[in-house]
């Protein structure tokens, strides 16, 4: 069973509509990250959370949130998608004790029309 | 500026080459450095850490110059399945991990 696995895997949105993607690990790693993947710009950060009770904005939190339900569990949520926001989104872990090796899960396709 | 950049490629490259890739970082205040692995459609994977000292692991060679701020990572002895993209991470400290766009490799027969 894959250690890092997020739902859905690909999804098809219309502007305005509320979507969340989620993430789940079995790492029992106590950092976890969400980034967004576009074509030519690299992975880019969205939130990150070091711990259940700490949660970070990241580079481009802007029309995104997120939730930290469980140390094992990370959510991304998009309140009012737009099409500026169809990218491949990934989930990582990390712990602390390694050197931030961060491990992904293996993404979710998102098209917002 | 971006804080990390590479060469986006491709690099078409038959099988046997050995190829190079560099990967230069702004923030001299970088304190760990990474190569990942991504295959077409998938997630990124850790290929190898960097170290100050240089490190080698099979036909992979990595190596840090810090005066001039990059990175490098050297293939050998190439094979099919070594075409991927190879994404330059650095983490310049303070929770801030930035990954480079990525230089595509294509090893062919």
């Known amino acids: 069973d894959a250690d890092v696995t997020q739902t859905p895997r690909n999804r098809i949105t219309k502007t305005g509509k509320r979507i969340m993607l989620e993430c789940s690990q079995t790492?029992?790693?106590?950092?976890m990250y969400w980034y967004r993947q576009d074509p030519g710009l690299g992975l880019r950060l969205i939130y990150y959370s070091f711990d259940v009770k700490d949660i970070n904005k990241g580079e481009i939190s802007d029309g995104y949130s997120v939730s930290r339900q469980a140390q094992a569990k990370f959510s991304l949520s998009l309140e009012s998608a737009i099409p500026n926001q169809t990218a491949l989104y990934f989930c990582?872990?990390?712990?602390?004790?390694?050197?931030?090796?961060?491990?992904f899960g293996p993404g979710t396709r998102l098209l917002v029309l | 500026r971006k804080e990390v950049e590479q060469d986006p490629g491709p690099f078409n490259v038959p099988e046997g080459a050995t190829v190079a890739f560099n990967c230069t970082y702004s923030n001299s205040a970088s304190q760990s450095f990474f190569w990942y692995r991504q295959d077409c459609r998938k997630e990124p994977k850790l290929l190898m850490s960097?170290?100050?000292s240089g490190n080698e692991d099979g036909r992979f060679t990595a190596q840090l110059n810090r005066a001039s701020q990059y990175i490098s990572l050297l293939i050998r002895d190439s094979k099919l399945s070594d075409s991927a993209t190879y994404l330059c991470?650095?983490?310049?400290?303070?929770?801030?991990?930035?990954f480079g766009a990525g230089t595509r490799l294509f090893v062919k027969a």
């Open positions: 990582a872990t990390s712990d602390r004790r390694a050197q931030e090796t961060q491990y």
């Open positions: 790492k029992g790693h106590d950092r």
């Open positions: 991470v650095v983490d310049t400290g303070g929770f801030k991990t930035i």
């Open positions: 960097v170290y100050s």
